[in-house]
């Protein structure tokens, strides 16, 4: 017995050219597509009876069905690029939040006079880098208080100001994407 004769052992060439001979074989017709049998039936017992008010209304039914579903996918899928655009958001802002020692420090000695040469280029790329990224440095003498962006950890009285002012910042403030990662330090006066 040959392999081809085995019992339960079979193949069929499906090639559409014969190897043999070269010539194109005939092909067996295409089955009949698949589709929902339930609904077939339910069609064509309301059209045999020629009903088609209640064809109209299965096909409208179904119709609001899938745009209610395709509305759930479209939401589903802004639900979901919106959360990864939140998650990226937070994911960079803690990153950039470990650079403020850093930022603190090259702040204070530009202050003084100590950022020259080499390290000067340094502290400037970084800088305009955290700046690029969406970091943004805020808190600056005679900007108006707001408890939600400054910290004050002195307040005085003075008939110069007309609303709460900072006139000293000992920290400056920083944000990302609307998020403040750390509140500028300042000292306030207020009106008499």
């Known amino acids: 017995m040959s392999e081809s004769e085995e019992p339960g052992f079979s193949f069929q060439d ?23 049998d339930e609904f077939a039936e339910i069609i064509e017992g309301l059209v045999v009876e020629g009903d ?17 579903v395709h509305a759930e996918y479209a939401n589903y899928r802004k639900r979901v690029e919106r959360d990864r655009e939140s998650m990226r958001d937070l994911a960079l802002g803690s990153a950039l939040a470990e650079f403020l020692p850093v930022l603190d420090d090259i702040g204070r000695a530009r202050e003084h006079g100590d950022l ?31 408890p939600s962006l400054h910290e004050a950890i002195s307040h005085t009285e003075s008939d110069q100001v007309t609303e709460p002012t900072c006139v000293s910042v000992f920290s400056p403030g920083y944000r990302y994407a609307g998020r403040v990662l750390r509140a500028a330090i300042v000292a306030v006066e207020g009106p008499e």
């Open 116 to 146: 020259e040469g080499a390290f000067k280029s340094v502290a400037e790329a970084l800088e305009s880098t955290v700046g690029r990224l969406g970091f943004e440095r805020f808190g600056a003498v005679g900007d108006p208080f707001d």
């Open 14 to 36: 499906k090639r559409r050219v014969d190897p043999d001979t070269f010539e194109v074989r005939e092909q067996p017709a295409a089955p009949e597509p698949e589709g929902n």
């Open 52 to 68: 088609f008010d209640l064809v109209e209304d299965k096909i409208a039914e179904l119709t609001g069905d899938l745009q209610r």
